[in-house]
């Protein structure tokens, strides 16, 4: 066998290794599915909201992300089906919604007094309501990071959750949220699947062949990677619309990093909360719950969905950039062992080695070094590979969660081709762009 035989067989081979481990993640994820659906989480939502033993949450939103009527979005949040929740709304810039939200609420503007736990600039101006759940900072210009930190310092619960704008969460989404974090075993952060804002009546596939494509393609990476990880103690990475938070860990890691946007933040967050739960030997986990909590808007255009890819990429490696020093670290475990390698290589290199793995098979058959088999083998594991993880990413939405009813073959057709086609056109064109 020569050397471009040997190419060839690698690139085949590359792509089944890839692609069986997302499939074992797949497998891995519904299981998770079940175990969720066993222990009856939507029930025990209903049960929960009439109960006190629920832990306190302060919801914090930066106003700047929040398109529409401030009044509104704030009011949907207030209305949530929840013991206690206080939530502080940040405002970098004094608009005229600000001053609609402060009438609209009755707020008043006091001294606030507050015990600075971490390094973080002060507000400007603090205004809430009488019954304390509503607040309103004015704030300074500064970095995700830095008015992150300045909302920690102001809260008053033992859980923080971290919400973007324009999202609307679904029924008893914070109770679902929140109850991991009263069992046994301790949890420092938590996220759920999000569903598009376009498709707020139903639970079909939404309108628009783009925003099809990313919701697919979405789906493939909350069923297929993240729930898969509950058996490895939870994703490393892990950031989104709302991700809940204990308090006193994120104080105990320091705070937030002061970086600029709110993927970079909460991705770096998970990572240090990680070193911090190993490096103090504490039994710990991250949560993905597989149920859906939010509705936010999708990608409407392609150039809509690489911005979003780029911003999400841009993320994960700024915080493995910050955390590379836990790589192959027995003292981490399998987190710096086994987890992080694998996931920095499939997230950082895998673009780029498939990228050349195409490139490479389609030249040495373009220039006749090898025969149609090779050719043939290739093409049906970077295609029917992907498009089976795709496909069974629905197949998990619909048996087991009871999403994406209706027209079957359709669902299974995007799902197909947002693997095949759209998934790797995307790749391809972050790499050419870099």
Sequence with gaps: MDVYHVLAWAAVGYYLLIYTAHLLHLVMGRAEVLKWKIMGYSEEAHRLSRGMKVPPLTLVADMRKVTGDHVTWADRLLSQRFPRLELILLYPRW?????????????????????????????????RSEDRRLVLVRAPQAGEGDLL?????LSRYPLLGVVSGGVRLEADALLRLVKPFMEGEEVTAAAGMEWPLED???WGIPSGRMT??????????????????????????????????????????????????????????????????????????VVFLPRVVLRRAFPRTWREYLREYRQGMEAVGAALRNSRD??????YGSLGMLQLPVF???????????????????????????????????LGASTLLPGMVGAGAVAVARRELGLLRGQGILFYAYAFLAQVWFRQSSIFSMVVRS
Aim: with cysteine; hydrophobic share 45%; net charge positive.
């Design 344 to 378: 920095w290589l499939n997230v950082r290199l895998a673009p780029f080695i498939g990228f050349c793995a195409h490139l490479a098979c389609l030249a040495c058959f373009a220039a006749g070094k090898v025969g149609w088999p090779p050719l043939a083998a290739f």
């Design 95 to 127: 608009e005229e919604e600000a001053l609609k939200v402060v009438e609209a609420f009755y707020l008043r503007q006091l001294d606030f007094v507050y015990r600075r736990q971490i390094e973080a600039p002060p507000p400007l101006a603090v205004f």
């Design 200 to 202: 707020e009546d139903g």
């Design 149 to 153: 930190n300045m909302a920690l310092n």
């Design 326 to 331: 836990i790589l192959f670290r027995p003292l």
């Design 212 to 285: 099809r494509f990313a919701f697919m393609e979405s789906l493939r990476t909350q069923l297929g990677y993240l729930a898969g990880t509950g058996f490895l103690g939870g994703p490393c990475i892990l950031f989104g619309s709302l991700v809940i938070y204990r308090r006193r860990d994120l104080l105990d890691a320091g705070g937030f990093r002061p970086l600029d946007s709110i993927p970079e933040v909460e991705a770096d967050a998970t990572l240090r909360l990680h070193r911090l739960m190993r490096e103090r030997r504490r039994s710990y986990r």
